[in-house]
């Protein structure tokens, strides 16, 4: 058992305010297990989807079967998230008030911010293969996280300023079960 969840130290009393399908994810303290669907948009140009698949996002599709293992520890959460036949995992930590995300080369760092019964990540710095990048070429991000009819749902919209918009996905997971630790 782990003390104060990550979202907790960095949103303090604002993750009362998120709906019980949010805080279940991101303020328990017990390892949860998450599965639904998704559907994915990915830009059909050939460097987007090279991009996708080079850091394991999911591929275009409707109806895409997820799971999603959020695994909490003392210093943060590892994620193992599976869209389709494509798997990823990631850890997230605190750092200077931001919630920080460390995926296979990249280190992406995010203000966290609750709104209308909603859990908002916008993306405020990035990091590929330990280079900072500017502005001007890192990716853009403003994931928004929230519950409809009871469900966790999820809208995760990633753009390059040079190349447009690169994937979104969207969709809606419940819990399976308890993982265990």
């Known amino acids: 058992m782990v003390g104060a969840s990550l979202?907790?130290?960095?949103?303090?009393d604002g993750i009362d305010?998120?709906?019980?399908?949010v805080r279940q994810v991101h303020d328990a303290?017990?390892?949860?297990?998450?599965?639904?669907s998704a559907d994915v948009w990915v830009n059909p140009n050939p460097l987007a989807g090279l991009l996708c698949r080079m850091m394991?996002?999911?591929?275009a599709g409707h109806g895409v079967?997820?799971?999603?293992?959020?695994l909490k520890r003392e210093e943060g959460e590892c994620?193992?998230?599976?869209?389709?036949?494509?798997?990823?995992?990631?850890?997230?930590?605190?750092?200077?008030?931001?919630?920080?995300?460390?995926?296979?080369p990249a280190v992406s760092r995010f203000q966290l911010s609750t709104s209308q019964g909603s859990l908002h990540l916008d993306l405020i710095g990035f990091r590929l293969l330990g280079l900072r990048l500017p502005r001007a070429l890192r990716p853009t991000c403003h994931a928004v996280e929230g519950e409809q009819d009871g469900a966790f749902t999820f809208d995760i919209p990633v753009s390059l300023p040079w190349?447009?918009?690169?994937?979104?996905?969207?969709?809606r997971l419940a819990p399976l079960r308890k993982a265990s630790s």
């Open 29 to 36: 303290s017990d390892d949860i297990i998450m599965v639904g």
């Open 7 to 12: 979202f907790r130290r960095l949103l303090g």
């Open 56 to 59: 394991r996002l999911p591929a």
């Open 17 to 21: 305010t998120l709906p019980q399908a």
């Open 65 to 70: 079967s997820v799971r999603i293992a959020f």
């Open 163 to 171: 190349l447009g918009p690169v994937i979104r996905y969207a969709g």
């Open 79 to 104: 994620w193992q998230r599976t869209f389709g036949s494509r798997s990823y995992a990631s850890r997230l930590d605190a750092e200077a008030g931001v919630l920080v995300e460390h995926m296979g």
